[in-house]
């Protein structure tokens, strides 16, 4: 059984963790304090230093454990050896969009709060080397898509691919119609968008 200082100690910090994850998703990672934070959770901003090491830290425990998460989704979905490279990339497009609009509130601080260019060899932060392998992860479907080798040109039709992806989240992000009824109602089109990208990129490589 757990100590009441044990107890308060685990409140304290899910309290902490809870209003960062706020005034990150309203305000912007950048523009939060340690104090603004500390105010909101009810605590001196010296309290936070106990349980966090710096902003940075508190990031990273609220973004990793659902990186990780969409990782591994996609990863399984990148692995299935039935299914078409097309095919695929549509449902690491359905995951992705689910998987942000399901967190829409965080999503932004999820992948880009501290975000490192995607073509940075070793980034310093941990959030970004695995933002950069869920990246990764993309491109290499997009390269069987295309047969094409891994060089630049690929890493600018993944970015593009990208642009696409987020382009769909900054449509719906507002949108209060219930979540599984959208994506039932839009997977057709996101399916014909991928097909019509395809197209493009493969009629560019010509």
Not at 185 to 202: Q, V
């Amino acid at each position: 059984m757990k100590s009441k200082q044990v107890q308060r100690s685990e409140e304290t910090k899910k309290q902490i963790l809870q209003s960062a994850g706020k005034l990150f998703a309203k305000k912007g990672y950048d523009a939060v304090t340690i104090r603004e934070i500390a105010k909101d959770a009810g605590c001196s901003h010296t309290t936070i230093y106990l349980y966090f090491k710096d902003k940075d830290a508190l990031l990273h425990q609220l973004s990793m454990p659902s990186l990780h998460e969409l990782h591994e989704q996609l990863q399984q979905i990148s692995k299935v050896s039935t299914s078409s490279a097309e095919d695929k990339l549509k449902e690491i497009s359905h995951e992705y969009i689910y998987f942000c609009l399901n967190n829409r509130n965080m999503y932004d601080v999820f992948f880009n709060a501290k975000s490192s260019r995607v073509d940075e060899e070793v980034p310093e932060l941990e959030i970004n080397k695995l933002r950069l392998e869920i990246f990764a992860l993309m491109k290499v479907v997009i390269q069987e898509c295309l047969s094409i080798p891994n060089d630049e040109q690929l890493l600018t039709l993944s970015r593009i691919y990208y642009y696409q992806l987020n382009g769909i989240l900054s449509t719906y992000s507002y949108q209060h119609e219930p979540l599984n009824v959208l994506m039932e109602r839009l997977t057709p089109t996101f399916d014909l968008a991928i097909e019509i990208l395809l197209l493009g990129f493969k009629e560019k490589l010509k």
